[in-house]
């Protein structure tokens, strides 16, 4: 059964400073992705990372895949306001199903 | 429409009642899936369809939750005799294949009371 699982859960951070969100997972897992999630709205893809190794940046953020212990990470850098939001992980078990993380909920303050 | 749409956005519903939760995928979206995401939490997968046939329902946490794409567009989920338990944001998602091009909805948020 795979078990994703992400920390910190609660991030408040500055603006202008850089800060790391992990993702944990239990088992092999097919892909990894990172969603955004803002307030009362659905979940916008950020990233799909299909292999060991991959590193996939947009903007202030980078994510990146290790595949062999089984982490991803998502890299903040010097963080503004509107990057408030709620991250998800996610692994993808088979094509049909999605395990999130409990997602982390990040505070951006001005 | 340009994106999945959901209706309604939000239900009120007395314990007991049965709801009817609506999804409009992209058209020509082959794969639908549904979510339920409780209060602070991760979504968490209820079932998969690949045009009309529900491929995957490994996820519907009882009975009482049922869904359905009957032409392979549309796709309803049924939560009969609801439950306190039952409220939370159901997400539906549509693909032309897997989840890499995948769009969600702005989702169904439900209040059981």
Request: aromatic letters at 10%.
């Amino acid at each position: 059964e795979l078990k994703v699982e992400q920390n910190p859960l609660f991030l408040s951070m500055q603006e202008g400073k850089n800060y790391t969100i992990y993702c944990n997972y239990s088992t092999t897992s097919d892909r990894l992705y990172w969603y955004r999630q803002d307030p009362g709205k659905s979940l916008e893809s950020l990233f799909v990372l299909l292999s060991n190794g991959a590193v996939k940046q947009e903007g202030r953020l980078m994510a990146s895949l290790d595949t062999k212990a089984r982490l991803s990470t998502l890299h903040i850098t010097a963080a503004v306001h509107d990057l408030s939001a709620t991250y998800f992980c996610a692994g993808e078990l088979g094509a049909q199903k999605l395990v999130f993380g409990q997602g982390t909920r990040l505070t951006i303050n001005p | 429409g340009a994106g999945v749409s959901q209706s309604p956005r939000y239900k009120v519903a007395k314990r007991g009642q049965d709801v009817a939760l609506r999804c409009d995928p992209i058209s020509g979206h082959v794969s639908l899936f549904w979510y339920q995401q409780a209060l602070g939490q991760g979504p968490e997968f209820l079932t998969y369809f690949q045009n009309e046939a529900q491929l995957d329902k490994s996820g519907l946490p009882s009975d009482r939750f049922f869904a359905e794409r009957p032409e392979g567009s549309v796709s309803t989920l049924k939560i009969q005799r609801t439950q306190q338990e039952d409220s939370a944001v159901y997400l539906c998602a549509s693909s032309p294949t897997g989840y890499t091009e995948a769009f969600f909805g702005q989702g169904t948020r439900l209040t059981v009371v």
